[in-house]
């Protein structure tokens, strides 16, 4: 299993030459996003035949159940506020596709996966804030419920190109899990295609995103 | 030496017209909701693929892009709207001249 995961990610780093942080891009933009922290690793790449909506394929492994889920996922933007100096966003987010865990009395099990949620956000050239939930059903396997808030502030306000630097936290609330909120304090880097997060939680669990837009 | 004054004059000559010529009209517009470098990424990709459209240049801090068009080349106001909706921002003005 762990081959497997190690296999995808391979293959997304070796394919984000030909790809393209938010849900849906713009007209014929690929975006890949490569996830990491305390619970998770997940690879999702994209493509938008419009500004409202993209598809694409979405592995993810969560680390303490080892069980996988390959989808296809549909992100949807529902409405979005385009102000002078801001701009906010309200999306559907859903995928389709198997579950697969290799642990104890789950080995080798199969079976039908999918999710369903929502993320809103609202944004300017100096503070970000998004909110974002899911339930997600593993077949036999899981079903939980999840929510996260996301938000940061810049010191500097850079133009297009420049390195913009973010000072961010993500508070995860996993109701069913033991240790049911996560603090994770991060840096933004964001420099054109390119945006990189890197922290780790309170308990010292490294956090590494990266998405890239082409 | 004097040759090769002359040659000098008349090539920069010849380069500044050949510029004057091959520079199209210019608009500029304000645009909403234009906060980060990836929303300057999809208008730069969206406006860019028109064939009247030479170059783009993205102001993230006045929220400007200044669109520089072909020789004998322009869009119309509305078809600039509607290619900056279609990135899935909006207008707040168009004009020939930047403010």
Redesign the interface.
Known sequence: MRKYFYLSFLVALFYSDFVK??P??????LTLMLMNNSMKNSLHAHYSP???ASFGYKFEYWRKNQFSLNLIQMNN?IK????????ANFYLKSGLGNAYSDKGRFDSKNGIAGFAGISTDW???RYFIQYANRYTYAAEIDKFYTQSLHFGITPY?????DI?TWLMMKIDHKPKFKKNFIFTPHFRF????H?LEVGADLSGKVMFNYIF?Y | MKNLFLFFILFASFYKYSLANDSGSTVYAYV????????????E??IGKNDAVKSIN????D?IITINFNENKKLENSIIEQLIA?????V?EITSEKK
């Open positions: 942080s938010r849906v891009s713009y007209p014929g933009g419009t500004a409202k933007l979005r506020w385009n102000k002078p100096d801001s701009q944004e300017d050239q306000i850079g133009d297009y190109g913009h964001f420099k054109d295609v945006l837009r | 909403n909701g234009l906060v980060c470098d990836f929303c300057a990424r999809a208008l990709k969206t993205v102001d993230l801090r929220k279609d990135a899935g921002y909006s707040r």
